[in-house]
T-cell receptor, first 115, second 117 residues
Framework: AQSVTQPDIHITVSEGASLELRCNYSYGATPYLFWYVQSPGQGLQLLLKYFSGDTLVQGIKGFEAEFKRSQSSFNLRKPSVHWSDAAEYFCAVVHGSGNTGKLIFGQGTTLQVKP | SAVISQKPSRDICQRGTSLTIQCQVDSQVTMMFWYRQQPGQSLTLIATANQGSEATYESGFVIDKFPISRPNLTFSTLTVSNMSPEDSSIYLC??????????????FGPGTRLLVL
């Protein structure tokens, strides 16, 4: 079955350090891939998405993600983390197509930022 | 883009009662979804509510427990029936918009935080 895996449940980085959050998907065709962020007590905000074309996708808040078909990955990166980036990050894939497509979420990665 | 509002934003309910959550979108959308996020967990799809058809429920969710209405292209309700403490979760409304060459995008409402005592 199609699935999304975020191998890291919890990550801690120092402010100003670089960040990479991993996401692996299991999907037969080229997937639609998303990264969302959920800050404490807040709703889900879309960071970026991959639909087709350029495999390096730029998002909001200085985030980017790279789609690697050979590795079935869509890792999220940021060159310099800010304290305000501390949040829960979810990778998601659309399973199915058209009106039957469903957004399936990974387990989430909690990012802690050390001063 | 789509701006989604939900009512109520939070509620505390007694077991055995029911709560209806409303979802309003600022534009017409075909595809609308309801998710549940249990404490410390990821999001789980409850059902897909496309206008003009019956809601489609995911495995583990049934209509008697989570009846859904979708009367038009901008509004939906989810009812959590005969609640138990296990229903304590955040319930999120979501819509998908088509984006042409940039593909579809899915947006989420702020959620309804439900605590069942």
């Amino acid at each position: 079955a199609q699935s999304v895996t975020q191998p890291d449940i919890h990550i801690t980085v120092s402010e100003g350090a670089s960040l990479e959050l991993r996401c692996n998907y299991s999907y037969g065709a080229t997937p639609y891939l998303f990264w969302y962020v959920q800050s404490p007590g807040q709703g889900l905000q879309l960071l970026l998405k991959y639909f087709s074309g350029d495999t390096l996708v730029q998002g909001i808040k200085g985030f980017e993600a790279e789609f690697k078909r050979s590795q079935s990955s869509f890792n999220l990166r940021k060159p310099s983390v800010h304290w305000s980036d501390a949040a829960e990050y979810f990778c998601a894939v659309v399973h199915g197509s058209g009106n039957t497509g469903k957004l399936i979420f990974g387990q989430g990665t909690t990012l802690q930022v050390k001063p | 883009s789509a701006v989604i509002s939900q009512k109520p934003s939070r509620d505390i309910c007694q077991r055995g009662t029911s709560l209806t959550i409303q979802c309003q979108v600022d534009s017409q959308v075909t595809m609308m979804f309801w998710y549940r996020q249990q404490p410390g967990q990821s999001l789980t799809l409850i059902a897909t509510a496309n206008q003009g058809s019956e809601a489609t429920y995911e495995s583990g969710f049934v209509i008697d427990k989570f009846p859904i209405s979708r009367p038009n292209l901008t509004f939906s309700t989810l009812t959590v029936s005969n609640m138990s403490p296990e229903d304590s979760s955040i319930y999120l409304c979501s819509v998908r918009t088509s984006g042409g060459y940039t593909g579809e995008t899915q947006y989420f409402g702020p959620g309804t935080r439900l605590l069942v005592l």
